[in-house]
């Protein structure tokens, strides 16, 4: 038995044989051709044809995970369209009398190293985009095959990498888990593996020359671990977890409908974490009692330009609208830092996560905030919206905020546009300033929600996007842990509420001290709700001895 390990992306047991996945492009030689034109027709014609296939592979991915997770295929498509690209091609079909293949091939280099040396994340993150799409306009010209899937057979895929287009191609019914050599957790072929609840493994220190292509192996998704030729008690022993998580899935449905009380009484909301209108069949599927964060940025970063207030309106509309009644917390715009978008034409900073980021955007650029507060305002007409303001430190930035908002509502008032005008508006607590100022923050506002990414990353000094400082994370940090408290109990003195909606509210090994502290509601991704709502169920806070000294 061989065990090799790497991170987990998501979670779950596989069990079945490996199939891996060799990208066979044949190596592009620079070949002399005399006919320029025909070779600039050839890529003309190959370039239609992958923005076609990248069209469909769009509207699938469109179907099955959600406009967000697509909108890369739209993106490959721009960077198709783009004359820097097309003007490199033609460049060295012109200069160097090359085939389309080759002119193709060393744009795909020099773009892939331009974007690679970027410091900005996001565009380093567009290198992997750049070389994807080159290479899907190599295979049409050289006639290679473009579905990476031709297994007949549910196997567990294993790969050095899968970009978004080859993991979108999959064809879930046929794949049991994916598992790459490389990778981050941050990579759209991650969130799409969430999406799809697919168990996923990266970096894993996997072999792949083709000794262990067939074999059985077992992918342990919650460890990051993956058994190959596993001996026959390894394999019992996984065989009944899996069981055992089928099981436990089956019975959570029987939770479908039921109020979230704690064993001794106490009501907790349980909501759930959205990016987009898609994503709304799973939280009515799931039974979230409401929606206590819709990251309304990815509104944003699914646009090349500003999403327009008529835009924005009709999506805050919808959701308000589909979930009847129910509460949806909208949080205003938090781009900056990792989430970019090129047309806000932010400069490159130093440290991204402490600069121009999320509120600071939006009380700077005003007339970008106000655009979202009248669409905001105007949908709560149509629902039980509330809003909610990220990465804030400060009494005075609210002050700012109601100032900005008043002036919104006067303009509404002026005509005649209808809104809800007992609206509630929030905050988050993601920042240890306003952790440790949330005695004066709770009067300014109607309730709080605690950011637990953000508050980790600011109060550990732990950049969240950098993995080499893993080991340096604590989870359960007793300083976070203390402003969570601090956080809950300034709250309820002043009336209002305290719910978590970062990702330590779905993590069950904290749910019994985030009940204790007092946390009245907790916002998680869809697929969480019924889990947590079986842990809620089973907790007596009465009883539960603290670990940590709060
Ligand atoms: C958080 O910081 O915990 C949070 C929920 O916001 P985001 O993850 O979008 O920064
Ligand atoms: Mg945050």
Do not use: W
Not at 171 to 194: P, Q, Y
């Amino acid at each position: 038995m061989i065990k090799c390990l790497g991170k987990s992306v998501f979670g779950g047991i596989a069990v079945g044989r490996i199939k891996i996945i060799q990208k066979s492009l044949k190596e592009i030689k620079y070949v002399k051709t005399d006919n320029t034109d025909a070779e600039i027709s050839r890529f003309n014609h190959a370039r239609d044809r992958a923005i076609r296939e990248l069209q469909k592979l769009y509207e699938k991915a469109l179907k099955e995970v959600g406009e967000q997770n697509a909108s890369i295929f739209h993106i490959h498509q721009m960077m198709l369209n783009d004359v820097d690209y097309t003007n490199s091609v033609e460049g060295i079909l012109r200069n160097q009398g090359a085939t389309a293949e080759f002119a193709v091939a060393v744009t795909r280099d020099n773009f892939y190293n331009m974007f690679s040396s970027m410091s900005d994340d996001y565009m380093k993150s567009r290198a992997a985009d750049v070389k994807d799409v080159s290479e899907r306009v190599i295979r049409i010209l050289c006639h290679a095959e473009t579905s990476i899937m031709d297994s007949k057979i549910p196997s567990i895929i294993v790969a050095d990498d899968l970009a978004p287009s080859e993991a979108v191609q999959l064809d879930k019914d046929m794949v049991l888990a994916f598992v790459t050599v490389h990778g981050s957790s941050n990579s759209h072929t991650a969130i799409l593996a969430r999406t799809m609840n697919i168990p996923a493994i990266i970096g894993a220190d996997i072999p792949l020359d083709g000794s262990i292509n067939g074999k059985m192996a077992i992918v342990d998704g919650y460890n990051g671990v993956i058994y190959i030729e596993p001996d026959s008690r390894l394999a019992n022993e996984m065989q009944l977890k899996q069981e055992e998580d089928l099981f436990k899935k089956r019975l959570l449905l029987k939770l479908k409908g039921k109020d979230t009380v704690t064993s001794d009484g106490k009501k907790i909301k349980l909501y759930a974490n959205i990016g987009d209108t898609k994503d709304l069949t799973l939280v009515i599927d799931n039974d979230a009692e409401g929606i206590g964060l819709f990251r309304s940025e990815f509104i944003y970063l699914r646009k090349n330009s500003f999403p327009t207030e008529e835009e924005q309106f009709e999506i805050y509309k919808t959701v308000a609208e589909k979930l009847s009644g129910k509460q949806v917390i909208i949080r205003t715009l938090d781009i900056g830092a990792d989430k970019q978008a090129d047309y806000f034409h932010l400069d490159k900073e130093e440290n991204p996560a402490l600069g121009l980021r999320a509120i600071r955007i939006c009380l700077t650029n005003q007339e970008i905030f106000k655009t979202q507060l009248r669409a905001l305002y105007k949908a709560s007409a149509f629902g039980q919206i509330a809003i909610m303001y990220p990465l804030i430190t400060s009494v005075e930035e609210i002050k700012e905020i109601k100032k900005i908002s008043e002036e919104v509502k006067k303009e509404l008032d002026e005509k005649g546009i209808s809104y809800n005008r007992d609206i509630k508006e929030g905050i988050m607590i993601e920042t240890p300033a306003a952790a440790l100022i949330s005695d004066k923050l709770a009067k300014e506002v109607d309730f709080f929600s605690i950011g637990t990414n953000d508050l980790s990353q600011y109060t550990m000094a732990i950049d969240r996007q950098n993995s080499k400082a893993d080991r340096f994370y604590t989870p359960y940090h007793l300083a976070v842990l203390r402003m969570i408290k601090m956080v809950v109990d300034n709250a309820h003195k002043n009336g209002i509420r305290a719910g978590v909606c970062g990702e330590m509210g779905a993590d069950l090994n904290i749910t019994e001290t985030l009940l204790k502290i007092g946390v009245d509601e907790l916002s998680v991704s869809p697929s969480m709700i019924l889990p947590l709502r079986d842990k809620i169920l089973k907790t007596d806070t009465s009883n539960i001895e603290l670990q940590y000294d709060l």
